[in-house]
């Protein structure tokens, strides 16, 4: 998008802000070839962080947050032109709304991430950039640019952002410098940029609806089935028995077991068709029916030895095969079929056992079945205890954190409104527990919005 409005006044305030911010609502921007004057702008910003500390897991980002006034009204919109922009304002106190509804506080805050990274190949700057409000303004390769799209960036605009933010930044340098940011962060940042955990027993008493997206559609027998077999203490794979002579047929059978349990229809199916019809279907070659990577001719589905000379020199090892109810990329299930020998070969390979050792364990060794799928808690229950039921080797990760889910004891994680709700376990400290479930918060809507833990924000640090 080019920079259109180069010649307007922009100031200090949200709306101003905002709408520079919107020429880069990307999500994600590939890096372009630096220019002097995005480098100018980018030492702007990094020289007023001069005396804050770098970020503890990046040296080479520094960080800070910072408040822009939201102005006054006209800065937002006049109002000639907000009658006719949106539909709901008629009169001048539609047009107040408005603008509280978009800027309800006097001050609107913004994370601020400044990046100069060093090529280690020749010591000088490779790459900066800039982050505001956890969109990327700046993405600058010394070199070269990875893509072509250069001329679709708004240099204008990034330049005209981070020069029109700099008093924010040095206030609260000065801030941190006097001793007083950090406090002013744990009193005054709201929570839409927070995290926080709240007990599911908690949310439970305020939604009892919760309970039943919990279950998923697992029967209180089903649960109880569950625990009862996970509290025995036969979910660990060194207290299961193995498959010795394993064939693509055993495991089409184990998936049939499974999504016989899930209700799926298994009639008028051959085995590996109905595999094919039900998994993800990229099938690394094993049936034969596979498209692009996982062409192949297939292999013989009552032979150990085409088994064994699949599982262990397939050329893709993407851990597709497995995905036997697909989803999307976190809300899968997979049916792993492990071996021993992969494990035994590393610890002869590292040292860890002798070739005596190795000799005498791998004639154990044999095939097992891991079931993965803690955010489909309907299928992955069902799987495992169908595949129990049957007698087959099977163990299940994340059994504990399952148990506690049923048992609403565990915890829910409450991430930043910018946040995606999934791969947000690194963001929590282990005295939670291994937190599975997580969610966004909106103070107005949710009636447990008072029971939630807010966790303290990391300090920021002078260098």
Known sequence: MFFEDDEREYKLVAPDVDQLIRYFDNRYMNPILSTPALLSATDLLWDALEPVAVLPKNDEAKSIWIRVPRGKIEDFETFENAKEYYDEVKTYEDYEKLWLYEYPEELKWYRLVVVKSIDPRTGELGYHGVSLGNEMIISASIE????????????????????????????????????????????????????????RSELWEYDPEDRNYTFDGLSEDAVQQFKSQIESGVNDQTKIGRIKNFT?????????????????????????????????????????????????????????EAWNEWYFNRPQHGGHPWEVVPGGNSTHVELY?????????WDLRSGKISQKEFDEKISAAGYYFVIAGIQRQFEAVSFYNALSAAGLPVVIGGAEELIARFDATDWI???????????????????????????????????????????????AKLA
């Open 144 to 199: 070269r640019r990875c893509l072509d799209n250069g001329n679709y960036y708004a240099e204008g605009a990034a330049c005209k952002l981070c020069e029109i933010i700099l008093p924010a930044v040095k206030e609260s340098v000065e801030l941190l410098k006097g001793g007083k940011y950090n406090d002013l962060i744990e009193a005054e940042l709201p929570y839409q940029f927070r995290k926080g955990v709240i007990r």
């Open 413 to 459: 994680g409450i991430v930043p409104h910018h946040v995606p709700t999934r791969y947000c376990e690194d963001l929590f400290p282990d005295e939670y527990g291994e937190i599975i479930d997580f969610t966004h918060v909106f103070k107005e809507e949710d009636p447990w919005f008072e029971k939630i833990k807010w966790l303290p924000e990391d300090p």
């Open 337 to 345: 079929v492990e071996n021993d020998k992969r494990e035994l070969e």
């Open 248 to 304: 693509a047929n055993d495991f089409f059978k184990a998936c049939k077991i499974g999504y016989e349990a899930i209700g799926k229809d298994c009639s008028g199916f051959s085995l590996p068709d109905l595999y094919m019809h039900y998994a993800d279907g990229r099938d690394e070659g094993l049936t034969g029916q596979g498209h692009g990577l996982n062409e192949g001719p297939g292999i013989d589905f009552d032979s150990s």
